[in-house]
């Protein structure tokens, strides 16, 4: 899905903006032909009875204009050298109208619980601007990755590719969590290259899922989690809008896990973190104990002509989505959610008065909150279904959900669509 050209400082006329969207509409109806050999299995493939209406691609980047990107780092075995590895980490990076366009957004953000970060929120807070994309990546590399957002934006103004201020956002956002068990995250390898190859990535269409970018080393209930992304469509009032979820997850303990209201985590007690050397689930510390916390990153897009205000009560609906799937947001997990809107071009600019300025009254909001809701629940269980069993630092082995079992649960509880 091609990117939305640069709009300088004017509003795109209502013909190019139609001709852009049919061109995006194209390019995701050729993606979601390709061969399903060609792609992981989904949650829907699997049969989860998922509520509401996705997308063509059922992913954040229905939302035209969209861009994702990865950049996976994956090297060494054995036990943990502090510095030297083994790697199971990584960068993701989302571009709100492509990497292409320096025009800011609208957006919002709402921590549920505070154990993490997500820099750059204290201006978005204020302003209700978000600038640049948001990367994604691990606890302890949220600086160097920082770090190469902003030379990204300095090479984009001074390099010539952009005029004064378009592109240089000196106050990224940039979130993380945790994936200490399966990699050496106090040896802190991600680069600033690794950072720029997750925005060179960045693109329209299908998303990966899975072990794949920020999400590399991430474990969700205590299976292998990752990077998950669903969409829903938007009738309102004979208008069609678009929102779209991408999670990082690496929460949860096992127990209250659920899909679609079955407890998933209680009929698969077994596939616990373990050593070769050790007892199953048994592992040393704190967030790899038994009873782990974790945290989970939430972007939420819609183009909807939502407002800043409007963004922050969508961005609370996250963690209903969340809840469905078992999560309690506990004491040491970082919880942390920004959305955004594409809509109204060039009005969040702050470079000249807004034009044109639209907004759904507050009444309208409710069927972006239900698709919030359930677009964030699937997406937790798209990363699950996606990611693939990795054996990471000291061994430690994290198991895949186990698809065949997961259907015959759901089968068990009739709740299986196929």
């Known amino acids: 899905m091609p990117s939305q050209a640069p709009v300088s400082n004017r509003r795109v006329p209502r013909r190019q903006s139609a001709l852009l969207w049919l061109a995006a509409s194209v390019a995701a109806l050729l993606a979601a032909a390709a061969p399903a050999s060609a792609q992981k299995p989904r949650g829907r493939d699997l049969g989860v009875p998922f509520e509401g209406t996705p997308g063509v691609l059922n992913a954040i980047t229905d939302v035209a204009g969209v861009e994702v990107g990865h950049s996976n780092i994956i090297r060494g075995s054995g036990p943990r050298v502090i510095g030297e590895g083994p790697v199971r980490t990584g960068v993701t990076a989302v571009f709100p109208r492509g990497t292409d366009s320096p025009d800011p957004v609208f957006a919002a953000w709402f921590s549920l619980n505070g154990d993490g970060e997500m820099t750059g929120t204290t201006w978005v807070q204020d302003s209700g601007i978000l600038e640049g994309p948001v990367m994604i990546t691990n606890t302890l590399s949220v600086g160097i990755v920082h770090h190469a957002v902003i030379q990204w934006g300095v090479d984009k103004v001074f390099g010539g590719e952009g005029g004064p201020g378009r592109w240089l956002a000196s106050l990224p956002v940039v979130a993380e969590t945790w994936d200490g068990t399966l990699n050496d995250t106090y040896g802190q390898h991600v680069t600033v290259e690794d950072a720029l190859a997750a925005i060179d990535d960045a693109h329209g269409g299908a998303v990966e899922e899975g072990n794949v970018g920020g999400g590399t080393g991430m474990i969700c209930h205590r299976f292998k989690g990752g990077i998950g992304t669903s969409s829903r469509i938007v009738e309102l009032d004979g208008a069609t809008y678009t929102l779209g979820v991408l999670v990082q997850c690496n929460y949860g303990s096992r127990a209250p896990f659920r899909v679609a209201g079955v407890p998933v985590g209680l009929e698969i007690p077994d596939l616990l973190p373990a050593r070769p050397d050790a007892e199953e689930g048994s592992l040393e510390d704190g967030p790899e104990a038994s009873d782990r916390e974790?945290?989970?990153?939430?972007?939420?897009?819609?183009?909807?002509?939502v407002l800043p205000h409007q963004l922050k009560r969508i961005a609370r609906r996250v963690s209903l989505g969340l809840a469905r799937n078992g999560s309690t947001s506990g004491n040491g997990s970082g919880d942390?959610?920004?959305?955004?809107?594409?809509?109204?071009?060039?009005?969040?600019?702050?470079?000249?008065?807004?034009?044109?300025?639209?907004?759904?009254?507050?009444?309208?909001?409710?069927?972006?909150?239900?698709?919030?809701?359930?677009?964030?629940?699937?997406?937790?269980?798209?990363?699950l279904v996606a990611a693939e069993t990795m054996t990471g630092a000291n061994d430690v082995t994290v198991f895949e959900l186990p698809h065949d079992r997961?259907?015959?649960?759901?089968?068990?509880?009739?709740?299986?669509?196929?």
Do not use: H
Not at 294 to 305: C, F, K, L
Not at 361 to 372: E, G, K, M, Q, S
Not at 409 to 417: A, G, P, S, W
């Open 294 to 305: 974790g945290s989970i990153i939430v972007v939420v897009a819609t183009d909807a002509p």
């Open 336 to 383: 942390i959610f920004i959305a955004f809107s594409t809509a109204n071009e060039d009005s969040a600019s702050e470079i000249e008065s807004p034009n044109g300025l639209q907004m759904l009254i507050n009444r309208d909001l409710n069927p972006l909150f239900a698709a919030t809701v359930e677009a964030t629940e699937e997406a937790v269980i798209n990363a």
């Open 406 to 418: 997961l259907r015959d649960i759901l089968r068990r509880y009739n709740r299986l669509t196929n």
